[in-house]
């Protein structure tokens, strides 16, 4: 057997070292390593197991801070831990967690006491100012100053969580061509669930416009902390009239509706119907100007002369008076004034003779008059501001009666009180349609939400799961670990023979189909004569009695060494 082991020896050792699955291999191979293999097994399946529990049983965190200062960091700790809420410090990221249903405890014990203690913002930067900073330094001090009072104006808000503003001021120049407008950019993150009117957006850019000298309000832009932009281009002029058209519809649709419930509520009760509106608002500005003139004037001023005919004028006497100077005149000839426009300074026609009228006057020959009269004048404004309805559409929905369905006169009585209600016109083409029909079941208003949205469920789920997986490592990993373990132990047990001479119980155990080894002794091992017998000897033997085995290939080995 030495001879053996020193031929096999120095081919098998470089081998062995060589490879190290051969040198796990013959860790494992060793007696007491298979002894304590399965106890090992089972000892790091029942810490695996703990560390699933550990892992899935402890409650989802929410990030309480981040970016604490270390001395703020302890102050919150030391708080918390005094009220018995667990925290955490991520070592990555530095934020401070809390579990999800301890978060808002944790926020209100801490500003019940003050914590974090951030650093001073707003004006109470200035107080911290050195004597002979610069004027660059004073300046940033002062604009970091004015961007945190007014973040916290607009938090004040109640749909701003938080909010940060940026003043962008460009240094005042001599030069009017050289001079910048003031911009300001402001960031807000809103509360979950909640959003910003156009009017709630439009007042932060005033509020932030108001604030800084020479700021103009288009030069303000408000982005939320989606990154969606909240002011409009250009200010409020932009689509300042389609949310007007928008403002006035739901108005207007807002107030036949609550005329609607008003009515129906005391007729049908509360929730037996439904109604919708639908109108259709003129929002076009209409301006008109006119002006009109009577078509008579009174005449306020003539001014003119005419001309006679001198050839029909008398003649009065004159030269050497003798009987030629008495001689009388020649007979006038009746002679028409030519026509004459009295406005335009034209000599005005002579009024033509009429049946029973004054008879024109022989001797004028032409006149010339300028007439001024007073016009009559009327100036009319008309302007139809927006806001009128052109067509309104009113459709309401009634709850049949249980077991009954209401009549056509019943359905008709609520029509006309519906167009009375609403101001029925039928010149506008107002539609106005009242059914009734049978409701689907809905659900309970009162009723308490859905047993999957409770907050005991996810807890419940983590623990389930927990247990689950200890009873499956339990199950299909200790349990047959166990039974192996029991198993050996009883094949390592010697069995019991029976006495010498009484073969009852090798009888009774070959009648069962059990196999009984009998114990070999060391005079049975003398008494062997063939090499297979006693090979068979040695192995009961060994398989019998291992300790003492070991103990003799021991002695045999260190009496080859001597």
Same mark, same amino acid.
Do not use: C
């Given at each position: 057997?030495?001879?053996?082991?020193?031929?096999?020896?120095?081919?098998?050792?470089?081998?062995?070292?060589?490879?190290?699955? *051969?040198?796990?291999?013959?860790?494992?191979?060793?007696?007491?390593?298979?002894?304590?293999?399965?106890?090992?097994?089972?000892?790091?399946?029942?810490?695996?197991?703990?560390?699933?529990? /550990?892992?899935?049983?402890?409650?989802?965190?929410?990030? *309480?801070? #981040? &970016?604490?200062?270390?001395?703020?960091?302890?102050?919150?700790?030391?708080?918390?831990?005094?009220?018995?809420?667990?925290?955490?410090?991520?070592?990555?990221? %530095?934020?401070?967690?809390?579990?999800?249903?301890?978060?808002?405890?944790?926020?209100?014990?801490?500003?019940? $006491?003050?914590?974090?203690?951030?650093?001073?913002?707003?004006?109470?930067?200035?107080?911290q100012l050195p004597m002979g900073v610069s004027r660059a330094v004073e300046g940033e001090r002062l604009r970091q100053a004015r961007e945190t009072e007014l973040a916290r104006s607009i938090e004040d808000i109640d749909a701003v969580a938080e909010a940060r503003v940026h003043l962008a001021t460009p240094e005042a120049s001599v030069f009017v061509r050289d001079n910048a407008s003031p911009s300001a950019s402001v960031v807000v993150k809103l509360q979950g669930g909640r959003a910003l009117s156009q009017a709630q957006v439009q007042s932060i850019i005033n509020l932030v416009a108001s604030s800084v000298p020479g700021m103009k309000p288009e030069s303000v832009t408000i982005v939320d902390q989606m990154g969606a932009l909240l002011s409009k281009p250009g200010g409020?002029?932009?689509?300042?009239?389609?949310?007007?058209?928008?403002?006035? $519809?739901?108005?207007?649709?807002?107030?036949?509706?609550?005329?609607?419930?008003?009515?129906?509520?005391?007729?049908? %009760?509360?929730?037996?119907?439904?109604?919708? @509106?639908?109108?259709?608002?003129?929002?076009?500005?209409? $301006?008109?100007?006119?002006?009109?003139?009577?078509?008579?004037?009174?005449?306020?001023?003539? #001014?003119?002369?005419?001309?006679?005919?001198?050839?029909?004028?008398?003649?009065?006497?004159? %030269?050497?008076?003798?009987?030629?100077?008495?001689?009388?005149?020649?007979? !006038?000839?009746?002679?028409?004034?030519?026509?004459?426009?009295?406005?335009? &300074?034209?000599?005005?026609?002579?009024?033509?003779? @009429?049946?029973?009228?004054?008879?024109?006057?022989?001797?004028?020959?032409?006149?010339?008059?300028?007439?001024?009269?007073?016009?009559?004048?009327?100036?009319?404004?008309?302007?139809?501001?927006?806001?009128?309805?052109?067509?309104? !559409?009113?459709?309401?929905?009634?709850?049949? =009666?249980?077991?009954?369905?209401?009549?056509?006169?019943?359905?008709?009585?609520?029509?006309?009180?519906?167009?009375?209600?609403?101001?029925?016109?039928?010149?506008?083409?107002?539609?106005?349609?009242?059914?009734?029909?049978?409701?689907?079941?809905?659900?309970?208003?009162?009723?308490?939400?859905?047993?999957?949205?409770?907050?005991?469920?996810?807890?419940?789920?983590?623990?389930?799961?927990?247990?689950?997986?200890?009873?499956? @490592? *339990?199950?299909?990993?200790?349990?047959?670990?166990?039974?192996?373990?029991?198993?050996?132990?009883?094949?390592?047990? =010697?069995?019991?023979?029976?006495?010498?001479?009484? %073969?009852?119980?090798?009888?009774?155990?070959?009648?069962? &189909?059990?196999?009984?080894?009998?114990?070999?002794?060391?005079?049975?091992?003398?008494?062997?004569?063939?090499?297979?017998?006693? /090979?068979?000897?040695?192995? &009961?033997?060994?398989?019998?009695?291992?300790?003492?085995?070991?103990?003799?290939?021991?002695?045999? /080995?260190?009496?080859?060494?001597?």
């Amino acid at each position: 057997m030495s001879t053996a082991l020193a031929t096999t020896s120095p081919s098998a050792l470089p081998e062995k070292f060589a490879n190290p699955l *051969l040198q796990i291999k013959g860790v494992l191979a060793q007696p007491a390593v298979r002894r304590s293999l399965p106890m090992a097994l089972l000892v790091a399946l029942i810490g695996a197991a703990a560390l699933a529990w /550990i892992m899935l049983s402890s409650p989802t965190q929410k990030t *309480l801070f #981040t &970016g604490l200062t270390d001395a703020d960091k302890q102050a919150v700790t030391s708080a918390l831990t005094q009220a018995n809420i667990a925290s955490r410090i991520d070592e990555g990221t %530095g934020a401070l967690t809390v579990d999800e249903d301890q978060f808002s405890k944790a926020r209100m014990l801490l500003a019940g $006491q003050g914590l974090p203690k951030q650093a001073p913002g707003g004006y109470a930067i200035l107080d911290q100012l050195p004597m002979g900073v610069s004027r660059a330094v004073e300046g940033e001090r002062l604009r970091q100053a004015r961007e945190t009072e007014l973040a916290r104006s607009i938090e004040d808000i109640d749909a701003v969580a938080e909010a940060r503003v940026h003043l962008a001021t460009p240094e005042a120049s001599v030069f009017v061509r050289d001079n910048a407008s003031p911009s300001a950019s402001v960031v807000v993150k809103l509360q979950g669930g909640r959003a910003l009117s156009q009017a709630q957006v439009q007042s932060i850019i005033n509020l932030v416009a108001s604030s800084v000298p020479g700021m103009k309000p288009e030069s303000v832009t408000i982005v939320d902390q989606m990154g969606a932009l909240l002011s409009k281009p250009g200010g409020a002029g932009a689509d300042a009239g389609t949310d007007a058209r928008l403002e006035t $519809q739901r108005k207007t649709e807002d107030k036949v509706r609550q005329q609607l419930v008003q009515l129906l509520t005391p007729l049908v %009760g509360a929730g037996n119907f439904t109604a919708e @509106v639908q109108a259709d608002i003129n929002l076009d500005e209409t $301006q008109a100007t006119r002006e009109s003139y009577d078509k008579q004037g009174a005449l306020r001023a003539e #001014t003119g002369n005419w001309i006679g005919n001198q050839a029909n004028a008398p003649t009065t006497p004159g %030269g050497i008076p003798g009987a030629l100077s008495n001689t009388p005149p020649p007979a !006038s000839q009746l002679q028409t004034p030519q026509a004459a426009n009295g406005a335009s &300074g034209a000599p005005a026609a002579s009024p033509s003779p @009429v049946a029973g009228g004054p008879a024109p006057n022989p001797n004028k020959q032409s006149d010339s008059f300028q007439r001024a009269y007073d016009l009559g004048k009327e100036v009319s404004v008309t302007r139809q501001t927006p806001g009128s309805i052109k067509r309104l !559409s009113v459709a309401v929905l009634l709850r049949d =009666p249980d077991k009954t369905r209401r009549t056509a006169m019943e359905i008709g009585q609520i029509t006309d009180l519906v167009k009375s209600a609403v101001g029925f016109d039928q010149a506008r083409q107002d539609q106005v349609t009242v059914i009734s029909r049978k409701f689907a079941d809905a659900t309970d208003a009162t009723a308490g939400p859905a047993w999957y949205d409770n907050a005991w469920l996810p807890v419940a789920a983590r623990n389930g799961t927990a247990i689950l997986i200890a009873l499956l @490592v *339990l199950l299909l990993g200790v349990r047959p670990i166990a039974k192996g373990l029991m198993k050996k132990r009883e094949e390592a047990t =010697p069995a019991l023979s029976a006495p010498a001479g009484d %073969g009852s119980a090798a009888d009774g155990a070959a009648a069962e &189909g059990i196999t009984v080894h009998e114990p070999v002794s060391l005079d049975r091992l003398e008494a062997s004569q063939t090499v297979d017998d006693r /090979i068979g000897a040695v192995r &009961g033997f060994t398989r019998d009695n291992p300790a003492r085995a070991a103990l003799a290939i021991r002695d045999m /080995i260190k009496a080859d060494a001597k």
